[in-house]
């Protein structure tokens, strides 16, 4: 039985391209879940979708630009539990303006224990999992001692 999961997709400037080709590839199967993306990101899938196939009605939702803030809504997405999926395809080749947004969605998707490809191998390893589109409830990482530390 089908499980919609919420997938954010982010792709920096260098990997956009990568992130369309992966989306095209798997258009079909990504069609049955929300797909939730950074700004040019989610234009470039919602524009793959609509021009390719417009028959699957997929509507994308976007967050604002990474830089200006899309990473932190992304972000915000995750540390309320309403990210299940994170694949973020990152150009480690470039230093990022906002590269403590990018550690910070990283380290939240950890401590969320949340799913996250951040190369297209990953990515297709993740999508590939018969857990992809079955019931999954990932174990809650216990932070309980973080929380009751005195100061």
Not at 48 to 67: A, C, E, H, I, M
Request: aromatic content about 8%; glycine content about 6%.
């Amino acid at each position: 039985m089908l499980k919609i999961k919420r997938i954010g997709l982010i792709a920096h400037d260098a990997c956009k391209q990568h992130m369309i080709q992966w989306v095209e590839f798997n258009a079909q199967r990504l069609a049955k879940h929300k797909l939730i993306c950074t700004g040019t990101t989610g234009r470039m899938v919602q524009e793959l979708y609509d021009k390719k196939y417009p028959q699957l009605k997929v509507v994308v939702k976007r967050l604002k630009s990474g830089p200006l803030g899309g990473d932190q809504q992304m972000g915000s997405l995750i540390a309320s539990g309403e990210l299940d999926i994170l694949i973020f395809f990152t150009d480690p080749m470039t230093t990022q303006p906002h590269d403590v947004d990018v550690k910070a969605l990283i380290r939240l998707s950890t401590i969320a224990n949340i799913v996250v490809g951040c190369t297209r191998s990953s990515a297709d390893f993740i999508i590939s999992s018969e857990l992809f589109d079955g019931d999954y409830n990932a174990i809650e990482n216990n932070y309980e001692s973080y929380v009751k530390r005195e100061v």
